[in-house]
């Protein structure tokens, strides 16, 4: 099977800086796209940036500017580099990745894998 697990959430004030990871484990062939989504209290969740297999970002408009999504494909890991961070920004963090993996049953097969989720605060 495969996980993915998020990593470098925390408490920041306001303009501050963070670095989230999601590390993709397990019989893996290769990884297509990969996003990161965002959950706050009482909110759906909502796509906040994404990454392709060939590198080509795209970015919600209220994050354009302060975060950086990237990706090292040789080991599997997504990244996404958040600055100035903004109260707005407090939420649930999730890694999403669509997924060539080898299943125990199945053999080669593509499935969608999501994170636990890092939560990320931002307050002073």
């Known amino acids: 099977q495969v996980q993915l697990m998020e990593s470098g959430g925390g408490l920041v004030q306001p303009g501050g800086s963070l670095r989230l990871s999601c590390a993709a484990s397990?019989?893996?062939?290769?990884?297509?796209?990969m996003r990161w989504y965002r959950q706050a209290p009482g909110k759906e969740r909502e796509l906040v940036a994404s990454i392709t297999d060939g590198g080509s970002t795209n970015y919600i408009d209220s994050v354009k500017g302060r975060f950086s999504i990237s990706r090292d494909k040789l080991e599997n890991t997504l990244f996404l580099e958040m600055n100035g961070l903004k109260p707005e920004d407090t939420a649930v963090y999730y890694c999403?990745?669509?997924?060539?993996?080898?299943?125990?049953?199945?053999?080669?097969?593509?499935?969608?894998?999501w994170g636990q989720g890092t939560q990320v605060t931002v307050s002073s």
């Open positions: 397990g019989s893996i062939f290769s990884i297509d796209d």
């Open positions: 999403n990745a669509w997924v060539v993996y080898r299943d125990d049953w199945r053999g080669r097969y593509a499935s969608d894998f």
